[in-house]
């Protein structure tokens, strides 16, 4: 059974920082793609970024050059820095998975206050 465990998440003020982790625990593999997504009250959940087993990325136009998502294969866990945040990322952030099926952590509070 996967398991996705976040952490990093938090009440920032804007132009700070904050860094996501999500560690994945499971017994099957391969695990492809990890990624992150967001939902704020009254809006679908999106893409944040995204980053396929060799490294490929790709992000939401709105993060792209604020945020940085990372890997280590080793851990099964991915990370995602945040920088230069804006109010409007205030979100539930949500850990993603792909290996045999989708897999979605908990979802970690970011609040970033003007």
């Known amino acids: 059974q996967v398991q996705l465990v976040e952490s990093g998440g938090g009440l920032v003020q804007a132009g700070g920082s904050l860094r996501l982790s999500c560690a994945a625990s499971?017994?099957?593999?391969?695990?492809?793609?990890m990624g992150w997504y967001r939902q704020s009250p009254g809006r679908q959940r999106e893409l944040v970024a995204r980053?396929?087993?060799?490294?490929?990325?790709n992000y939401a136009d709105s993060v792209q050059g604020r945020f940085i998502i990372s890997r280590d294969n080793t851990k099964n866990t991915v990370y995602l820095q945040m920088t230069r945040l804006k109010p409007e990322d205030t979100a539930i952030y949500y850990c993603?998975?792909?290996?045999?099926?989708?897999?979605w952590g908990q979802g970690t509070q970011v609040t970033v206050s003007s």
């Open positions: 980053i396929t087993d060799r490294g490929t990325t």
């Open positions: 499971s017994d099957f593999f391969p695990i492809n793609k």
């Open positions: 993603w998975l792909e290996s045999n099926s989708e897999y």
